[in-house]
């Protein structure tokens, strides 16, 4: 307890299922013809892996990265808890302002451009998926 490795064994353990669950929605969908066609065609392990499972699987991949990229910024319970109040990350600096520092202002900016950040990182999720996908569909 109280140490970086118990804050992120603490937020793996959190947001693991946030990121298991598109997983595996994706790798239900997966045609296993296509691995054994591989394996006909003497691909490896890891070429299959690499040139099959994980195209296929990526969209899962993707989502699964968004839902635990947007609340692990402003997590602050687990790293409060885990870490016994030490550590300091962004969600702890926005709390911290709001509370016991009583600097709104910062507070107030810190967590827009929290926001901006994250509304930008989607941005350019849904630039690359809308490129990516205009010539399925």
Do not use: C
């Amino acid at each position: 307890m109280f140490t970086d490795w118990a804050i992120l064994f603490g937020m793996v353990y959190v947001y693991l299922p946030l990121m298991v669950l598109p997983l595996y929605a994706a790798m239900e969908k997966l045609d296993f013809r296509l691995v054994e066609a591989g394996y006909d065609l003497y691909a490896g392990r890891w070429q299959v892996l690499r040139r099959i499972i994980v195209p296929l699987v990526k969209p899962g991949i993707v989502a699964g990265s968004i839902l635990v990229f947007i609340p692990s910024l402003g997590a602050y319970v687990t790293p409060r808890v885990m870490g016994g109040g030490k550590n300091m990350m962004l969600g702890n600096l926005i709390e911290l302002q709001f509370g016991a520092a009583r600097n709104w202002p910062l507070g107030a900016a810190l967590s827009i451009t929290l926001m901006v950040a994250v509304t930008l990182a989607l941005l350019v999720y849904v630039r690359n998926a809308s490129k990516s996908g205009a010539g399925h569909g």
